[in-house]
């Protein structure tokens, strides 16, 4: 029941560059995906972001882009659109729980270890949301401790520390994997690729 209209001309969020100290470069990236957004901002509830690294960059879009005469006002109401994926799910669990019921094969609850990506937890404020959608939707959770920890990935992080991101992603692995659960979800691609690298996903 959800209508998709993509904008083609959409890229990076530009939280790259900016993690590596380019500004004007993610600047560069922040106006590109404004202009491909405005002729829909008339047309749409919501901008979603898949990725809760995106969604923390684009909702600071308003803020980075304050100083730019051309660019401010589009620029908030992108900021002011742009919603993670998890806060438009509350609505739609009924219809997705036969298919987690479906995919799981057996007809059982899939048992998650669930990891919340900083982005989602710290940057967006939204602690427990996705966590609490599984439960819904028919999943098991095992715990995890310290699951507010870092996964070692941290947006350019694991690239300019790979020592301590290493550690951090061995201990988050650790702690994921106690509970004995068949995978180990997460809510944002930066954090998928280190942990994927290790086990199954």
Not at 162 to 174: E, H, I, N, S, Y
Request: net charge negative; glycine share 8%; proline share 6%.
């Amino acid at each position: 029941g959800i209508q998709t209209l993509v904008a083609d001309e959409a890229g990076c969020c530009g939280a790259l560059r900016s993690h590596l100290s380019d500004t004007p470069g993610g600047l560069d990236d922040m106006r590109r995906n404004v202009d491909a957004w405005t002729p829909y901002l008339e047309q749409v509830e919501a901008i979603v972001m898949t990725a809760s690294g995106c969604g923390v960059q684009v909702k600071d879009y308003g803020h980075a882009l304050a100083h730019d005469p051309a660019y401010a006002e589009r620029a908030a109401r992108v900021s002011a659109l742009t919603r993670d994926l998890s806060e438009l799910l509350p609505d739609m669990v009924p219809a997705l729980k036969p298919q987690v019921r479906h995919v799981s094969g057996a007809g059982h609850a899939r048992r998650l270890a669930f990891h919340p990506p900083c982005t989602l937890q710290h940057g967006q404020k939204l602690g427990g949301v996705v966590e609490a959608l599984l439960l819904r939707a028919g999943c098991e959770l095992v715990p995890v401790a310290d699951a507010h920890l870092c996964c070692g990935s941290a947006g350019t992080y694991s690239l300019l520390q790979p020592a301590l991101a290493q550690r951090l992603r061995d201990d988050k692995l650790r702690a994921s994997q106690w509970g004995q659960p068949e995978f180990i979800a997460t809510a944002n691609i930066a954090c998928l690729n280190p942990l994927q690298a290790q086990c199954d996903i």
